[in-house]
């Protein structure tokens, strides 16, 4: 069964410095999210992306994060200057329609811890 | 208004038990429900998902039991096995301002007991 992969599974990165979370969506999915889990807490939604830009963006999604789609596989996450509340499970997702209940399919996670 | 509250936080039964995993939403323009299991170091998997039209749905061991005028949804686990310990997650989205976002619960710890 095709899966959504991401890498690396594990990032450790010094507060303030710029990471890139990369993901390969499902190959023939159209809508990408990328979702955040604090240790211990819920899935909270990040962003969604379809046809090479945001489609919907939470409060959590500000200036310091971007989303692009570089080639025709690989979906990236940068955060801009890490802090430390950045710390979480990073997981990206994707599904076939984004306009109807379609199940998202979510990759294993990165884990994301800021020093 | 969009949050779907989850209860209890942890749960642990013995082998064959019947856990039970409660939801509430208070969004009525939710109309999908999904749940999600969630193995350590692994992302969430669709698990089962109920629209409002219907009050039941079973799949397997798993079923899903929803009240639309509760506005609450929970998920049973027949015949509870060890391998079913896991972090469940329900879930509600809709079509409120064309949005399909997924909003989570805060998750259940369970542990089946061999």
């Known amino acids: 069964e095709p899966e959504v992969t991401q890498t690396p599974s594990h990032q450790v990165t010094q507060m303030g410095q710029e990471v890139i979370l990369r993901c390969v969506p499902i190959s023939n999915h159209l809508y990408f999210y990328w979702y955040r889990q604090i240790l211990g807490q819920k899935v909270e939604f990040l962003v969604s992306f379809y046809n090479n830009e945001i489609s919907e963006k939470s409060e959590i999604f500000d200036d310091q994060f971007s989303v692009e789609r570089p080639d025709g596989s690989n979906f990236t996450l940068k955060i801009r200057s890490t802090k430390l509340e950045d710390s979480a499970m990073y997981f990206c997702?994707?599904?076939?329609?984004?306009?109807?209940?379609?199940?998202?399919?979510f990759g294993d996670g990165t884990r994301l811890s800021i020093l | 208004q969009q949050q779907v509250k989850q209860s209890p936080q942890s749960l642990i039964v013995q082998k064959g038990g019947i856990p039970i995993i409660n939801c509430a939403y208070e969004?009525?323009?939710?109309?999908?429900f999904p749940w999600y299991q969630q193995f350590p170091g692994k992302g969430p998997a669709l698990l089962i998902a109920?629209?409002?039209?219907?009050s039941e749905k079973k799949e397997g061991r798993f079923t899903i039991s929803f009240n639309k005028s509760a506005k609450q949804f929970s998920l049973h686990i027949m015949d509870s096995q060890p391998g079913d310990s896991a972090t469940y997650f329900c879930a509600a989205s809709g079509a409120s301002g064309g949005s399909y976002i997924p909003t989570f619960g805060r998750g259940t710890s369970l542990i089946v007991h061999p």
């Open positions: 969004n009525t323009a939710f109309d999908y």
């Open positions: 997702a994707s599904s076939r329609e984004g306009n109807s209940n379609q199940p998202q399919h």
């Open positions: 109920i629209r409002p039209d219907v």
